[in-house]
Structures are given as structure tokens and as C-alpha cells.
């Protein structure tokens, strides 16, 4: 009886042992890394909603790299560009419906609202659009950047086409 009520007393413990949340947060769980690379990616959307760049250099690298639609854009591109749509799009916001990341690329499907000028090639009033966000980053710093739109979102961006009557450059 004694043999039999040790041996349910170590496997309930080597079960319980095995099946506890540490171990679970270890191989399923996200790394501090990537817990900071995400962190650092929300400055640089808080950075496009409120204008303010003083937290910008702290986490993207000086050698960072823009994959843009006018090719391939630096730091200081990125800084204009907030300052831009700061400037032009006052009622701006991102919402991050998602983040995935691990210790190299954050991944962040974004909501963008706000009302255009019609400025900045969008035609003039509101817009509500959808993105992916792909971040590159070396040492907690963004190194890269992608976005992608699926291609009704980016028709919402483009200006009307000419009616009927009018003639096309």
C-alpha cells in the first residue's frame, strides 16, 4: 500500500511539474526581445499621431532603410514624413488590431482613420483603411521597413478616375 500510494504521489507531481504555466510561457510565450521590438514599433505609430519625433532616433537605426513606392528611404525620410502627415492630417489614428513578432520582425496589421486634405495624393475627406506593418529589427532598433495594402484599401488612396467626358493625359 505504502509502494502504491508513493508511486501516485510522484507521478501526480511529475504531471503537475510538467504541465506547469512556466514551462508553457518558455516555449510558447514571446521573448523580452521581441516584447520590446513591439514596444518600439508603437513609438514610431505614436510618433505619426501625435507629430512628436523625440523618441525616434532611441529606436530606429541610423542606417534604416524605408521600402517606399518613391524607393528606398532613410531616418530623416521617415522623420519628414511624420512631420508631414502630422502637419496635413490632423485627426490621424492607428489602431493596432494585431501584433506578432519574435526577435527580428514585428508584424502589425493596423486600422488608419483620419480626414485627408487631399494634399498627400488621397482624395480630400475621410479615410478608413487597413495595413500590414512588417518592421526588420538589429539590436532593438528597426533596421527595415515594409507595408502592405490590400489592393481595394489602395484604390481608396487614388484619386477618381476622369469622367467619361474628359480627356486623359
Known amino acids: ?6 508511486i ?33 514599433s508603437h513609438v514610431v505609430s505614436d510618433a505619426f499621431m501625435t507629430g512628436d519625433l523625440s523618441k525616434i532616433d532611441s ?14 528611404m532613410g531616418r530623416d ?13 490632423k485627426d490621424q489614428k492607428m489602431e493596432t488590431i494585431k501584433d506578432l513578432a519574435d526577435d527580428e520582425y514585428v508584424f502589425s496589421w493596423i486600422r488608419y482613420t483620419g480626414t485627408s486634405d487631399g494634399s498627400l495624393g488621397m482624395p480630400a475627406g475621410p479615410y478608413d483603411m ?3 506593418e512588417v518592421v526588420k529589427f538589429k539590436e532593438g532598433k528597426a533596421i527595415e521597413h515594409w507595408a502592405f495594402m490590400e489592393p481595394r484599401e489602395m484604390m481608396k ?13
Not at 59 to 72: A, L, R
Open 1 to 6: 500500500m505504502k509502494k502504491s500510494l508513493f
Open 8 to 40: 501516485l504521489t510522484a507521478g501526480t507531481i511529475i504531471f503537475f511539474t510538467s504541465c506547469s504555466s512556466k514551462k508553457e510561457e518558455k516555449s510558447n510565450g514571446i521573448s523580452d526581445k521581441a516584447k520590446a521590438n513591439i514596444a518600439a
Open 59 to 72: 529606436v530606429v537605426s541610423s542606417d534604416f532603410v524605408d521600402h517606399t513606392d518613391k524607393g528606398d
Open 77 to 89: 525620410s521617415l522623420k519628414a514624413m511624420i512631420t508631414l502627415m502630422h502637419a496635413k492630417i
Open 130 to 132: 487597413t495595413a500590414m
Open 157 to 169: 488612396m487614388m484619386a477618381p478616375p476622369p469622367s467619361s467626358g474628359e480627356k486623359t493625359p
